[in-house]
Nanobody
């Protein structure tokens, strides 16, 4: 049974920073790819960053250059450092464990409860 718990969300002004954490348990964490998704009100959940077990990272254009995904396998934790935040970054953020099919990230059905990020203008 895989459990994921996100934390670190909150209210921040535009231009500010937040660092999200995702603690995992119950899995061979280091062998999984990891991803961060977000879901804004009335919108579909979107993949914004993912990282292979070997460390390669991919970002959505909307966050490239501003967000950084990282992982600490010893602490079984995934991070998302978010800088230069914009009001359009407001969403619930979720972490996920997954795999790659070719170059495409494929999520397993392992989700946390999400953490709310609100960016004020």
């Amino acid at each position: 049974q895989v459990q994921l718990v996100e934390s670190g969300g909150g209210l921040v002004q535009a231009g500010g920073s937040l660092k999200l954490s995702c603690a995992a348990s119950g899995s061979i964490f280091s062998t999984y790819a990891v991803g961060w998704y977000r879901q804004a009100p009335g919108k579909q959940r979107e993949l914004i960053a993912h990282m292979a077990s070997g460390g390669a990272t991919i970002y959505a254009d909307s966050v490239k250059g501003r967000f950084t995904i990282s992982r600490d396998n010893a602490k079984i934790t995934v991070y998302l450092q978010m800088n230069s935040l914009k009001p359009e970054d407001t969403a619930v953020y979720f972490c996920n464990l997954g795999r790659y099919s070719g170059a495409a990230y494929r999520p397993y059905n392992y989700w946390g409860q999400g953490t709310q990020v609100t960016v004020s203008s």
